[in-house]
């Protein structure tokens, strides 16, 4: 195996590592509730279709998700002007809360582990990582 794929494979598992933890410290919302309105809330009103082809779900299980949101108050539901058939889902006040909410949980639970965890030569290396995953997120193999 190469080093970029060694260095790939402990990336991978790293950071879904990181991100069960911090979800099971502070997600408020089922995983599905919680995808749903962060596509809401970063890229806008949406069909379910949509959502279902972002979420990599079928469109019965984003269905689902959205009037389970809809009943919890955070989506609403209004006609499609581009399509009759088809409606488009937008964010509540509640849900835009709530998705702050749990931004903010995830935030400080961050900020909390990098406080009690890592000395500070360790918050100074950890700092670079962001703008390294932003980089290596930009990457299309195609170009």
């Not at 009690?116 to 195609?142: F, I, V």
């Amino acid at each position: 195996m190469k080093n970029e794929e060694i260095l790939a494979d402990r990336l991978r598992e790293s950071v879904g590592r990181f991100v069960r933890v911090t979800r099971a410290h502070t997600d408020t919302l089922s995983g599905p509730h919680t995808s749903t309105l962060g596509l809401l809330s970063r890229e806008g009103d949406a069909t379910i279709a949509a959502l279902a082809q972002r979420r990599g779900v079928r469109h019965q299980s984003a269905s689902r998700t959205v009037l389970e949101l809809q009943d919890l108050g955070y989506v609403r539901r209004r006609p499609d002007p581009a399509d009759g058939r088809a409606v488009v889902v937008a964010l509540t006040d509640a849900g835009r809360e709530a998705v702050e909410a749990d931004r903010r949980a995830r935030r400080d639970w961050m900020a909390g582990a990098i406080a009690h965890t890592l000395d500070a030569d360790e918050r100074r290396q950890l700092e670079a990582l962001p703008g390294l995953l932003d980089k290596l997120s930009a990457h299309d193999e195609r170009s």
